[in-house]
């Protein structure tokens, strides 16, 4: 997260990757496997300022989960497919969301008050013995029915109860394309277009779609980027500073 001059063009590695709030915030976010050198840079009609970030590795772990029926893991029902590929399309609209808001500049609570995190982002997932897509949430126990809020503010972008995969999905826009996910909700007490304020309830844990206990799945994205949104948790952007 940056501050700097209002609607000011910010660029990733010299390409154009966001525009800064009308009060000059803006969030830029890097995936799983992001190499290291990062050029950030800010262009306004005054000038342009430059910032070489480096992005350190992280640390994965290998998940192996057994037991799921096997049409959460490579389903090959032509219905069932259909019905995929429709919720696929549904949620893209949901992602694509693109609010012209910096909500996430508070930074971000816990979403719920879990017993302990049950999986960790980016781990190499095996399911039922297949390498499937790196895990890109954070997985939080807790007992079903226990409150979801949101973690920051924002506008819900998608709230769906029945998904394939995920059970009760709701999507929040926190502005610039940073979205937040939550999985496998047994409960959803928002709708798609709603706004909500920072620690607002908007469901509860369930073990809807494909889960092997009550948990939250949480998640973020970036764009097309997938980040760790534990990462964020009691970050603030900061003060804003007078620009140059
Ligand atoms: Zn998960």
Redesign the pocket.
């Known amino acids: 997260m940056g501050h700097t001059a209002p609607r000011a063009t910010v660029l990733l590695n010299g390409a154009p990757a966001t525009q800064a709030s009308a009060d000059g915030w803006f969030v830029i976010g890097f995936d799983r496997d992001a190499p290291p050198p990062a050029l950030i840079t800010v262009e306004t009609p005054d000038g342009s300022a430059n910032h070489q970030a480096t992005i350190a590795p992280g640390t994965f772990d290998i998940q192996r989960i057994d037991g799921l029926a096997q049409d959460q893991v490579a389903p090959s029902d032509p219905a069932l497919l259909a019905r995929i590929a429709a919720e696929g399309q549904r949620k893209a609209v949901g992602f694509a969301s693109r609010i012209d808001a910096d909500y996430f500049r508070t930074g971000f609570i816990w979403p719920v008050q879990a017993t302990r995190r049950s999986?960790s982002f980016g781990g190499q997932r095996i399911l039922n013995g297949e390498p499937k897509r790196p895990?890109?949430?954070?997985?939080l126990a807790a007992p079903v029915g226990t409150p979801v809020v949101a973690p920051a503010a924002g506008v819900v972008s998608f709230a769906e109860t029945g998904l394939h995969f995920e059970g009760g999905l709701i999507l929040i826009d926190h502005g610039q394309g940073l979205i937040t996910a939550y999985?496998h909700l047994s409960r959803i007490d928002v709708a798609a277009g709603q706004a909500v304020a920072q620690g607002q309830r908007i469901g509860a844990v369930g073990q809807e779609g494909r889960a092997t206990g009550p948990?939250l799945?949480?998640?973020m994205k970036w764009r097309d980027q997938n980040l760790d949104p534990s990462l964020l948790v009691g970050l603030m952007a900061g003060k804003p500073q007078p620009h140059a």
Do not use: A, P
Not at 135 to 139: I, K, L
């Open positions: 999986s895990h890109y949430g954070v997985d999985l948990h799945c949480w998640r």
